[in-house]
C-alpha cells in the first residue's frame, strides 16, 4: 500500500512537472509570437546583404568615373597615347 502510494505521489510529481514545462514552453511561444515586428533577424540580415551589394556597386562605378575622367584629362593634357610596342630603334618617327 505504501508502495502504491509512493508510485502514486511519484506520478503526481511528473505529471506536475510536465504540465510547468508545457505551461513554459506556450508562454515563451506566445511571447515570441508578440514580439515579433517587422524587423526580423532575417530580414535585417536581408537589409545589411542588400546595403553591402548597393555600396559595392556604387564604389565600383565611382571608380569607373574617376577612371574615365582620368584618361580624359591625361589624353587632353599629353594626347592621344602613341602605340611604343611596333616601334624600333630603327623608326624613331613614332615617338615624335
Keep these: 500500500m505504501a508502495d502504491d502510494e ?3 505521489a511519484k506520478q503526481a510529481e ?3 512537472k ?3 514545462v508545457r505551461k513554459r514552453m506556450e508562454e515563451a511561444s506566445k ?3 508578440a514580439k515579433k515586428g517587422f524587423m526580423t533577424p532575417e ?3 536581408k537589409l545589411r546583404l542588400l546595403l553591402r551589394k548597393k555600396a559595392a556597386e556604387e564604389l565600383k562605378k565611382e571608380q569607373e ?4 575622367e582620368r584618361r580624359r584629362i591625361i589624353e587632353e593634357r599629353c594626347g592621344k597615347p602613341k602605340n ?3 616601334a624600333n630603334e630603327g623608326n624613331t618617327n613614332l615617338l615624335d
Excluded at 568615373?65 to 574615365?68: G, Q
Design 14 to 16: 511528473i505529471e506536475r
Design 65 to 68: 568615373r574617376k577612371a574615365a
Design 43 to 45: 530580414r535585417k540580415k
Design 6 to 8: 509512493a508510485k502514486k
Design 31 to 33: 511571447a515570441k509570437k
Design 84 to 86: 611604343i610596342e611596333e
Design 18 to 20: 510536465r504540465a510547468e
